[in-house]
């Protein structure tokens, strides 16, 4: 009986730490909105440049992936991506902005 216990828990142990790849990846890049994980996901999945090996791992994670964005929809309702991207994002739109109300030189 003792000797499938550690084996029990490295296995739930492992499909823990697997669990919600995408949304943990999609939080920590500075992705916004909301369900980030599962948007990546979905998008893998769709695109053909995604390979025959990867998407059964991605279709596997999406449940996990969608679960753990719904708890974490608290964070993204309030957070403020403050990333070098939503930065970057932000002066391209201030400069598109400032370019179309000005005319050009003549």
Known sequence: MMKNVPGKFLAGACGFVL?????MMTHT?????????????????????????VKPLVALDMPFTAVLDTLLLPWDAFRDDNSVRSRVRQSERDALATNSVIPPAP
């Open 19 to 23: 669990c919600g790849c995408s949304s």
């Open 29 to 53: 890049g500075g992705e916004e909105g909301y369900y980030p994980g599962t948007r990546a996901s979905f998008d893998l999945l769709k695109s053909s440049e995604t390979s025959w090996g």
